[in-house]
């Protein structure tokens, strides 16, 4: 089965929506759960963030790249940093600065399960962290 249109234009807008800072997380999932998506996938490497519904269709779409070299080491607390900065829209935040400081501190992408309610942060060496939702 084909995913129609409309599902494609929502992910763009939701993709379009945290690169240039008109949308928040919360916003974003919202948005993505109301159309029926069950989670999303960022690859820094390949630049790509996949949206996922139910039954096994996806939409991919071509992310903005990421201008420092992701890093060998998958070191947490930068990690943990920026996801707090993100979740209080710390002074400053922006989305795009978001990803450049998670992938400085090893992260090749992200994994979101709405279902799950939490994040998924992968390393090259696939150590992860996971982050739940906020209550």
Do not use: W
């Not at 800072?21 to 029926?36: A, C, D, S």
């Not at 490497?45 to 992310?63: F, I, K, N, Q, W």
């Not at 201008?67 to 002074?91: M, S």
Request: charged share 20%; net charge negative.
């Amino acid at each position: 089965m084909q995913v129609d249109d409309h599902k494609k234009s929502v992910a763009r807008t939701c993709l379009e929506g945290a690169e240039d800072n008109t949308l928040t997380f919360p916003q974003i999932v919202g948005t993505l759960m109301q159309e029926g998506f069950e989670g999303y996938a960022i690859d820094f490497r390949c630049g790509t963030a996949t949206y996922y519904l139910p039954a096994g269709d996806s939409v991919e779409l071509s992310t903005h790249k990421i201008d420092v070299p992701i890093a060998a080491t998958f070191d947490t607390a930068p990690i943990q940093a920026a996801i707090k900065e993100a979740q209080q829209l710390a002074p400053g935040y922006t989305y795009k600065g978001f990803c450049k400081k998670v992938a400085a501190a090893g992260c090749a992408g992200y994994i979101v399960s709405f279902s799950g309610r939490r994040a998924l942060y992968i390393g090259r060496t696939a150590e992860t962290h996971v982050e739940h939702f906020p209550s």
